[in-house]
């Protein structure tokens, strides 16, 4: 069967990434995983996902760089890109959207929504 989205996940957090791509794929997404900025760089080489999931809180590269460096790549400046963070401060939502996020999901993420709030953001 024909995956509905393929969606990359940026994530330092080994549990959280298993977590996501195991309701994601549940759904019927394909999910490619990347722990870090430079992995997902990587991936985009030779991948092009319908949609990105970013942790904005990583080590090296944060989540609000990766994210310009990515809208900054050929091909990708249409991809949307959904900022993944447990920073629910006032302010973080206009931060990420700032930084060129075309979404944001605050943690702890509601499993149950999550593959709507996906499907609606590929969607717009």
């Known amino acids: 069967m024909e995956p509905k989205a ?5 994530e330092d957090n080994l549990e959280n990434r298993m977590l996501i791509r195991r309701v994601l794929e549940a759904e019927g ?3 490619i995983l990347a722990s870090g900025a ?5 991936v985009l080489q030779h991948e092009k996902p319908q949609l ?14 990766l994210t310009r460096q ?12 959904i900022a993944l963070t447990a920073n629910v ?4 939502k206009e931060r990420a959207l700032q930084a060129g996020c075309d979404g944001y999901i ?8 999550l593959p709507q709030q996906i ?3 590929l969607h717009r």
């Open 89 to 92: 401060m006032r302010g973080e």
């Open 106 to 113: 605050p943690k702890p993420v509601d499993i149950d929504m």
């Open 52 to 65: 990105i999931l970013i942790d904005v809180s990583m080590p090296e590269v944060d989540g609000y760089t």
């Open 119 to 121: 499907e609606s953001f």
């Open 29 to 31: 997404f394909r999910v």
């Open 70 to 81: 990515i809208k900054g790549l050929a091909g990708f400046e249409r991809v949307p890109i």
């Open 38 to 42: 430079a992995e997902a760089l990587q």
């Open 6 to 10: 393929t969606v990359l996940y940026v």
